[in-house]
Nanobody, 124 residues
Framework: QVQVVESGGGLVETGDSLRLSCATS????????VGWFRRAPGAEREFVAA????????IYGDSIQGRFTISRDNAMNTVYLQMNDLKPEDTAVYYC?????????????????WGQGTQVTVSS
């Protein structure tokens, strides 16, 4: 049973920071790429960031503009998304997903397991 569990969301103000965590099953989490996506109300799912299995290669969505950092601790089977300088347009449900390969991808179809999501709300 593969589990993907996000945590760390909440209600913050513009300019604040949050760190999301994604806990993955021991069997798969450390050998696969992991990505973060988000979906705002009424919007399409959007790629946020991804990281490879070793944690030494990352990619980011265009709207992030250097404000977010993805990292991982394989000993803890956890991937993090540090979000700084949050803006109201970052309000969304954030999802973590495990890639089919050792590398992250911008494409949702390249991910096989998804979490239930964690809500991030940024007030203006």
């Amino acid at each position: 049973q593969v589990q993907v569990v996000e945590s760390g969301g909440g209600l913050v103000e513009t300019g604040d920071s949050l760190r999301l965590s994604c806990a993955t099953s021991r069997r798969t989490g450390s050998n696969n790429g992991v990505g973060w996506f988000r979906r705002a109300p009424g919007a399409e799912r959007e790629f946020v960031a991804a990281i490879n299995w070793r944690g030494d290669s990352t990619i980011y969505g265009d709207s992030i503009q250097g404000r977010f950092t993805i990292s991982r601790d394989n000993a803890m089977n956890t991937v993090y998304l540090q979000m700084n300088d949050l803006k109201p347009e970052d309000t969304a449900v954030y999802y973590c997903a495990i890639a089919r390969s050792a590398y992250g991808s911008r494409t949702p179809s390249q991910y096989s397991y998804w979490g239930q999501g964690t809500q991030v709300t940024v007030s203006s």
